[in-house]
């Protein structure tokens, strides 16, 4: 089945430590992002990638890292910088044409304790 | 920069009638496209409905429709005939023309009464 596949589902770490999360997609999409939803926020992109090896700066980028070595994967780092990290992330893909919609992960719950 | 809001953080319906959820939106691009997002409680998100800035026809997607006002760059999403299963947060998101960056409003959560 295609899809795009985010895990942990539930993270937990420590402040003051960097944390990955993952997000992979077998849909050969060429766009990835990130968004963070907070209750009352809304989705608020955090970084988006367009084609591998290239990406670009959401609204709150600020704390957070991407790569984007492989078309399928589009791994998000939470860095120590991020103030506060605890959130529910969710991860997209699209096609890349302008006309078509972001399909969705199943979001990563990270807990920072 | 592109902006997207709703104003409406809660709505409830009666089973069965009709609710509309409001959408504004700002852009300086002529071409452009809309869509509603629903996200119920276990957190997927789940396309409703697109619309494409140069067609004038709204879309309708069975008991969803849209009223698109362009000019006063209005994005509307009506339910007909309202289910239990409708029970979500709804999401509006603009998505530009001039690269894949794609915004969503803070959402609406409405409630359907049984």
């Known amino acids: 089945d295609g899809g795009i596949t985010q895990s942990p589902k539930y993270l937990f770490r420590k402040e003051g430590q960097n944390v990955t999360l993952s997000c992979e997609q077998n849909?050969?999409?060429?766009?990835m992002y990130w968004y963070r939803q907070d209750p009352g926020q809304g989705l608020r992109l955090i970084y988006y990638?367009?084609?591998?090896?290239?990406?670009q700066k959401g609204d709150i980028a600020e704390g957070y890292s991407v790569s984007r070595e492989k078309k399928e994967s589009f791994p998000l780092t939470v860095t120590s910088a991020q103030k506060n990290p605890t959130a529910f992330y969710l991860c997209?893909?699209?096609?890349?044409?302008?006309?078509?919609?972001?399909?969705f992960g199943q979001g990563t719950r990270l807990t920072v304790v | 920069a592109q902006t997207v809001t709703q104003s409406q953080p809660e709505m409830s319906v009666q089973e069965a009638e009709t609710v509309t959820l409001s959408c504004t939106y700002d852009?300086?691009?002529?071409?452009?496209?809309l869509f509603w997002y629903k996200q119920p409680p276990s957190r997927q998100m789940i396309l409703v409905i697109r619309?494409?800035?140069?067609?004038?026809q709204n879309a309708t997607e069975n008991r969803f429709s849209v009223n698109f006002q362009k000019a006063a760059k209005s994005f509307s999403l009506k339910i007909s005939d309202s289910q239990l299963g409708d029970a979500a947060m709804y999401f509006c998101?603009?998505?530009?023309?001039?690269?894949?960056?794609?915004?969503f409003g803070k959402g609406t959560r409405l409630h359907i009464l049984p």
């Open positions: 997209a893909s699209s096609i890349g044409a302008v006309n078509t919609e972001a399909f």
């Open positions: 990638s367009q084609i591998v090896n290239d990406f």
């Open positions: 849909l050969n999409h060429d766009a």
């Open positions: 998101a603009y998505r530009g023309n001039r690269d894949d960056k794609i915004i």
């Open positions: 852009t300086s691009e002529s071409d452009y496209y």
């Open positions: 619309q494409e800035a140069y067609k004038q």
